[in-house]
């Protein structure tokens, strides 16, 4: 078990001092909790938004365990140093058996459990030592924990010293607000990596309309956006995860039309770690592409696990889900049977998911120069709008949302079909289920340059005009239901059909 961190005479004075404080908080902070209601619900929301229920989450500075009992995890820890805080604590949810609270300094958290989510909320400066309590956080933490912290937008001092001095908040000992770039430096130093940061909330009051105005979306504006009264940033361990020994690959090849493409497939998708599986889903062709793939399946004798089937309904997702549910390999990618993006640039994708550089391995077509047929001009200013309404969606930059290469653990996958569930079959293509489902996960996402190459046979099954429509209506869908996300307990914006 990693040793508490040394505690000098004067910092277990301050300490102390905190601790007395923090009592007396627990016992006669009830009018100014009334006070702040609507702001500790916006930062619950928040908080919900990234944390899905039924995951283990360890709150460190939990108070009266309110936070944590809102985020309904499957497993919860809370601590606190303060022994009025657990007791209220204990008392307050005494009813929720998957609950513990306990009486721990942040600088000694147990080490000896692992948690999906790690929260520390309005917590950082009150610590007397930042970057050691996040480099102990580390040990209670896997390859997929995340670790969620808000904290004070340091431009809004001045207004919490006058919120204590009219009672809405209570009397505040000496704290150390870092501004956001201290934050990310600390995490950094301490081995972790920021996956997001935002600034939320210019408005901590729950009154109709204005609030939902001001925080759902003026927040979001530029320059609104750094006037925002709390951090939240969230983090994953920056440590590559030794990968488990002999990853398997399985390849996705959706293919409609695409007959003249499949035997070319097969002689230059390459062998991925320990061995590739590919897997072509017939999507309803009007060509011979299905009579294709059997005949060249049948022929085949090189080093590649082959597998066809036929897609049961309609649209690129569908073939996507159905070859991924059949799929037995460790990683699961996509790849376009027209081969306009290279399966040559497939080792690149592997090595970033495999190093653990990326956690989602996003293609883009738009770093190199292509070739001069491979995407008319119409499409090229199309993909680059949805790239950035994406990236505001997503929080995360992504250059190129629509490239068809897209790589991820099979494991992770399974995590994102569960959390993007409740938003219903929004998406025909993919591209913003994956997409969506790893951002709401907080996965790194990650772009990986291709080539993009023109095409050798057939037609482009895309419709410029209806298709983006479509894809319009997704990345508002996104807008209302990922960035500017519902309040708890409204379901989500319908999906666009």
Sequence with gaps: MTEPLPTSEPIAAANDALRTHFDFVARHDEVARRAQRGFHAQVRAHLRHQIPEGESVLEVGCGAGDLLAALRPSRGLGLDFSQAMIAKATTRHAGRPELAFRVARAEAVPTDEVFDHIVLDYLTGYLEDIQGVFDRLQACAHARTRLHVTSLNTLWTPVLRLAVRTGRVMPQPASAWLADNDLVNLLELAGWEVVRFERQQLFPWNLPLVAPLLNRFAVRLPLLRHLGITLCLTARPRRSPAPPAGLTCSVIVPARNEAGNIRPALDRIPVLGAGTEVIFVEGNSKDDTWETIQREVAAYAGPLKLRVLKQPGKGKWDA?????AVATGDVLVIQDADLTAPPEDLPRFFA???????????????????ESQAMRFLNLLGNKFFALALSFVLGQPVKDSLCGTKMLLRSDYLRVL???KPFGDFDPFGDFNLLFGSALLGLKIRDVPVRYKDRTYGETNISRFRHGWILLRMTWFGVRNLRCFPQPGRPAAEAPK
Excluded: K, Q, T
């Design 418 to 420: 569960r959390r993007i």
């Design 320 to 324: 996507v889900f159905a070859g991924f």
């Design 352 to 370: 970033a998911i495999e190093s653990g550089a990326a956690e989602f391995a996003n293609g883009s077509r738009l770093v190199y120069p292509m």
